[in-house]
Structure formats: C-alpha cells, structure tokens
C-alpha cells in the first residue's frame, strides 16, 4: 500500500517565505549542497506534527485538518532571534526561532491530538518524496516526531539550512494563516502539498 511522509504544518506568508529564502540563499553560498528552499517545492513551514500516512487516508485526513483550521484562529507570530542545532550527524542547522504563544500551543496539541491515531511511526526511505539515499536523521525525526517532539516538547521553527549563521538578524513579527499536510521529502522539507486549509479569520 502507498504511503505518505507527512507534515501538517503552519505555512508563513509570502514577506516572511522570501525572507527565509534568503537566509537560505545565503547558507547556500558557504555549503554547496545545502537545503535549496523554494516557494513550489521545499516550502519554509513551522512543523505540527509528523508521521506516517497510509495514502487511502489522505482524504480523512484533510477532513480532520479542516475541522482543526476552523476551530482556531490567525496566529500572530513572533520570531525573538535565529536558534541553533546540531543533527546526530554533527550538522549544525539554522532555524528561526518562534516564540512559543499560547494560541501555538494550543493549534499545535489540537493537530496531534487529532492525527494521532491515524498516522504511524514507522516511515520508511519509500513513503519521503526524494531520491534516495535519504538522511538518516530525516527517518529519525519523522519516526520520532510523536512522542518525542511535541506537546512539552514542541519547538516551533522554520528550518533554514544548515552552517553558521550570518550576524545581522533582526526580530520581526508576521500573522500566519495557512494550515496544510505536506508530503515530506529529504530533511524533512515540504516537498508537495496534500491539502491547505485557512485558519479561522480575526486573531484570538
């Protein structure tokens, strides 16, 4: 049976997708084979929830996604400063890093309680929508999405690449209203959209 890779995922808008372009512009500069962002493919996203999707639920499951968008408003957002990690294989990735407001943590908790039952922990390189070889620390993190990094562990971010980032940060705000499951291609990009929903309109 086909499978997805799947992110329900928070999509920026367009002002704030160019700027991480940008930035990933210019990690690209220092490490060629960095992640190549785009506005098509590769799409900036701040991550939900992560797993597994039997494609015969895909339908369901962007029924239960738009349920969840019209149950939670606009979300202003805003990004303090670039945070910093380093992937088991010692790659250090540059994220924006999101303040963690109360109507996030409740939008974020509402989607993986939601999903929780319908995806499975278990992908594989043929469910990610890449060439292989794929990174290991891809399957790890999207296996591992659902304990491990949500609800008291949740860090919402926008990945940016990998390498050092460059000095001239400044904190800026954005409202985001886009809400979509993505099929997940290498390092956990957005590779393709599955569905898009609009959060309710008027922030809470």
């Known amino acids: 049976m086909k499978r997805f890779a799947i992110d329900i995922v928070v999509l920026p808008p367009d002002p704030v997708m ?14 060629p084979t960095n992640i190549v962002l785009d506005k098509i493919q590769n799409l900036p996203h701040i991550s939900m929830a992560m797993g597994c999707l039997p494609a015969d639920q895909l339908e369901h499951a ?16 805003r990004v303090p400063h670039i945070k910093t990690v380093y992937t088991a294989s010692g790659d ?9 407001s109360q109507e996030l943590i409740r ?3 509402s ?6 039952t319908l995806l499975t922990q278990d992908v594989t390189e043929a469910d ?27 860090w919402p971010h926008i ?6 980032p460059p000095g001239n940060f400044q904190p800026f705000s954005f409202q985001a209203s886009r809400l979509a499951i993505c099929h997940l291609g ?15 309109h008027g922030l809470s």
């Not at 290498?186 to 309710?200: D, H, M, P, Q, V």
């Open 18 to 31: 160019d700027l991480a372009l940008e930035w990933n512009q210019v990690l690209h500069k220092t490490r």
């Open 62 to 77: 962007n029924v239960i996604l738009r349920s969840v968008a019209r149950a939670h408003h606009a979300l202003a957002l």
């Open 92 to 100: 250090r990735v540059v994220s924006f890093d999101i303040d963690l």
């Open 107 to 109: 939008l974020h908790e």
């Open 111 to 116: 989607i993986v309680i939601a999903f929780r």
């Open 128 to 154: 990610i929508n890449d060439l292989p070889p794929i990174d290991p620390s891809s399957l790890d993190w999207i296996n591992h999405y659902i304990p491990d990094h949500c609800f008291d562990n949740f």
């Open 159 to 164: 990945t940016l690449g990998f390498g050092v």
């Open 186 to 200: 290498n390092y956990c990009t957005c590779s393709r959209i599955l569905g898009e929903f609009s959060l309710a």
